[in-house]
């Protein structure tokens, strides 16, 4: 008998266990139908496809493999990462003639993703000694920048001198800029703007020269240079930057390290400023270069800022601000908005063009920033970076790594992760590459959106209702036409609105409460794990354990649940028949329910007089004692004195009065365990003495007794004798400390004296006016004999 009680608990504690688990488990509320929806809600959930598998067959590893589900039987696939290109990262190789440098690895991989289940891979960059560089000169050759042409025009043979430690492969070209000329003019500044002085005429931008590694051909070049002049200080320098990164093939960019050096004394015109001469068209972004120059001022209004952003960062060109002190603050706004741009100031010292070139290239060289193409919906990335000295960084700036000189080496974790099934399962590829780099990773996103059973599912299988669809991974995926779980409902018999209008209760959204399928227009309400708990209701509405609880007990353990509401024994009441009935915890130490003060709700009393509280009503904490609120009634009732002596039978018959001789003669507690004892004063400081108790039937008896004490006086002598002799023990304790004080006080002077006495000096020397009186006189021809 023992062993069946065991037994049965241990089961039950089992099913509890199964429920919880259910209740919390996504894998199995989610109500996956096929294997592919399944492995979709997470990367915990497997699928059996084991034909007549009974339990949920969306559930995870441990759970089905527990449910007796064969291992051959899992469809659980998992994400993989496959590297397909991974040359190592090295410095600059001469093959061919053809300079192989590989700066990023690996470079191209494949990516399986499963639906919240995140892929790991790891990038190395190392930057590589004697990178090549394209470096193209914007110039903006407006009359104030006279002086900074002058230090331009030997720019080629010293800029690959000084760069020799950074590239031997320096590529170097130069245009110009000035203005849109739809500001009228007379006709002879048309030609000559600066007349009568010499100058260009006014143009909006022209590719001077293309990228040479001839550095006398770009000296003659930009000194055949003049300037020009127009009427507003604002330039066109947005619409040149423009041209010069979408016309590649003209410019001559090769794919390497792309830099743009752009110097002005002047501000910016951008979108919307072309209104000033009736062009509205918004910049098309394309290259419109007819013999190296710009052929559609007139025509497109300047490019907006963000439009010039993605130009530069989709041709990998980087960008430094050559500029005068007075538009350093502003260029350096924009910079902020422009990554791998720099920002330097123009002076008129020669060398030191080139030295801002070399600072900005080497400042924005040694900062590598990762940015990945746009990611297909439902696709995350996370980033991070392990740069020099053992440092590493997460979000945003987990994509970068600054102070990084040739032939150090950082690192980047990257983790991928997809969401569902993106692109309706079809494969993605994005791509990341370093900022101002032209290398770049080539990844190829494949999701796993079904299970590898789906290939071998059976058209037209007989366990599909005669063949009306496909058996897949042990479910029936209905042809068209056919519903229900063995596709056995035909559409042409019942509409789909039809089924799912007769599941619902109510006209509300929930489909048979969301507690059952619709089978053919009726409700099947789903099993439980729980044998003794069910689902019920035409739509599924009801359950037997989904009532109120108390004390973790379905209905306090007092009632039974049915479609949720608690059916309460006898002596219980409350939804969750937690409020007994019985009224005996309420009594009170004189047998009356809550002290006659409160009612009895649900065992437990509410006192009706906001003074008393207690389990019973039995505590007053303000109220006055019952001693001295009955002291005037007894006092008038047994001695006819007191207070209420004129109005006493009015106000004091509530009690019953039976008088004693002595005090002895009062009842004892022992006698009545509710019985006060009371000690009062009367108006002539007399005690007298009587005793309150209340009995069962709520009647009041009063014991007094007639004997009264006077209360004794005090003991004078004594008192006399403790005062007298505090004053003398004080006056002793004033004369010891006195005394004290002055024994420390002497000692101190006579140390004082004493140390005084050894420090003393004698002055023995000769007072410095004083002659003495004795005079002594040498005779010289005395020798002492």
């Keep these: 008998m023992d062993m069946k009680v065991l037994l049965i608990s241990a ?152 760069m020799q430690n950074t590239t031997k492969d320096l590529r170097i070209g130069f245009g110009s800029f000035l203005e849109k000329p739809f500001i009228p003019v007379m006709p002879t500044y048309v030609k000559n703007p600066c007349f009568p002085n010499n100058c260009t005429a006014p143009f909006s931008y022209i590719n001077v020269l293309n990228l040479t590694d001839d550095s006398a051909l770009f000296i003659q070049e930009v000194s055949k240079q003049k300037t020009s002049r127009n009427l507003n200080s604002s330039e066109a320098g947005f619409q040149a930057i423009m041209q010069a990164a979408v016309c590649t093939e003209v410019i001559g960019w090769r794919n390497v390290t792309r830099l743009l050096v752009f110097s002005t004394d002047a501000g910016f015109h951008f979108a919307g400023d072309g209104k000033l001469g009736g062009i509205v068209r918004p910049n098309d972004g394309k290259c419109h270069l007819e013999n190296n120059m710009y052929t559609m001022s007139s025509y497109f209004d300047y490019p907006t800022i963000s439009q010039l952003v993605d130009t530069l960062s989709d041709n990998n060109i980087q960008t430094i601000f050559a500029v005068t002190q007075q538009f350093r603050d502003l260029y350096q706004e924009l910079s902020a908005l422009i990554p791998k ?69 950082v690192m980047f974790d990257i983790e991928i992760m997809a969401k569902g099934c993106p692109s309706k399962g079809k494969s993605e590829t994005i791509k990341i590459k370093p900022l101002g780099f032209t290398e770049e990773v080539e990844i190829i996103l494949n999701f796993i959106c079904e299970c590898e059973c789906h290939k071998d599912g059976i058209l037209n299988s007989p366990v599909c209702s005669g063949g009306n669809g496909t058996l897949e991974c042990g479910v029936c995926r209905c042809n068209e036409g056919w519903l229900g779980r063995l596709c056995e409902c035909s559409q042409d018999e019942v509409l789909t609105e039809d089924l799912d209008a007769n599941c619902r209760m109510d006209n509300k959204m929930d489909i048979c409460s969301n507690n059952g399928e619709c089978v053919c227009g009726t409700c099947e309400c789903k099993k439980r794990d729980n044998p003794e708990e069910r689902y019920s209701g035409k739509f599924c509405e009801c359950d037997n ?85 009955n002291k005037d009634c007894v006092q008038c009732r047994a001695f006819g004195t007191g207070d209420k002596k004129d109005t006493c039978e009015k106000e004091c018959s509530y009690f019953n009065l039976i008088t004693k ?63 007298v002799a505090g004053i003398v023990l004080i006056g002793l ?36 006016i004083y002659k003495s009186a004795v005079t002594t006189v040498v005779n010289p021809r005395y020798e002492g004999k």
């Excluded at 009587?690 to 069962?696: H, L, N």
Aim: glycine share 6%; with cysteine.
């Design 11 to 162: 089961l039950l504690g089992f099913v509890s266990h199964v429920r919880s688990k259910t209740d919390s488990n996504i894998c199995i509320s989610a109500k996956a139908k096929t294997c592919g929806e399944c492995i979709q809600i997470g990367p915990q959930c497997a699928w059996c496809k084991d034909p007549g598998f009974k339990p949920s067959r969306c559930d995870d590893r441990d759970s089905l493999e527990k449910a007796w589900c064969s291992p051959h039987g899992i469809e659980n696939p998992r994400g993989t990462v496959t590297i397909d290109k991974n040359k190592p990262v090295t410095n600059r190789k001469i093959d061919g003639g053809q300079n192989l440098i590989t700066q990023i690895q690996p470079q191209k991989l494949t990516l399986n993703l499963r639906s919240g289940e995140s892929q790991k891979f790891t990038l190395k960059f190392k930057r590589a000694e004697d990178y090549p560089i394209d470096l193209y000169f914007l110039m903006d050759l407006s009359d104030s920048m006279q002086t900074n042409l002058e230090n331009v025009k030997n720019l080629g043979t010293e800029l690959a001198r000084a």
């Design 545 to 629: 354990f989904n009532c109120d609880r108390s004390n973790n007990k379905l209905c306090g353990g007092h009632g039974r649940c049915e479609c949720r509401k608690c059916i309460c024994d006898a002596n219980y009441a409350g939804s969750a028949c937690d409020c007994p009935l019985d009224t005996s915890t309420c009594l009170a130490s004189n047998k009356q329910i809550c002290n006659g003060r409160g009612t009895c709700e649900c065992g437990v009393c509410k006192c009706t007089d906001s003074k008393f509280q207690g389990p019973t009503c039995e505590i007053c904490p303000t109220c006055p004692g019952v001693c001295t609120k």
């Design 733 to 768: 304790a004033l004369l010891l400390i006195w005394k004290l004080l002055m024994i420390i006080h002497d000692r101190r002077e006579f140390a004082k004296f004493e140390k005084e006495k050894m420090n003393a000096r004698w002055d023995t020397g000769e007072n410095p």
């Design 661 to 723: 001789k002595k005090k002895e003669e009062l009842p004892e507690p022992n006698d009545q365990p509710y019985i006060n004892h009371c000690k009062e004063r009367d108006a002539n400081d007399r005690w007298f003495f009587f005793t309150y108790a209340t009995k069962s039937d709520s009647t009041i008896e009063v014991h007094v007794a007639e004997e009264l004490e006077c209360p004794s006086g005090p003991d004078i002598i004594p008192i006399v004798a403790g005062v």
């Design 341 to 409: 741009s720099a920002v330097g100031t123009l002076s008129t010292n020669p060398s030191s063009v080139i030295q801002l070139i070399i600072d900005a290239y080497n400042s924005l060289s040694s900062e590598v920033i990762l940015e990945n193409s746009r990611l297909p919906e439902g696709v995350s990335i996370s980033y991070i970076s392990h740069c020099k000295n053992g440092v590493s960084k997460k979000g945003e700036n987990g994509r970068k790594c600054s102070n990084i000189s040739i032939g150090d080496e």
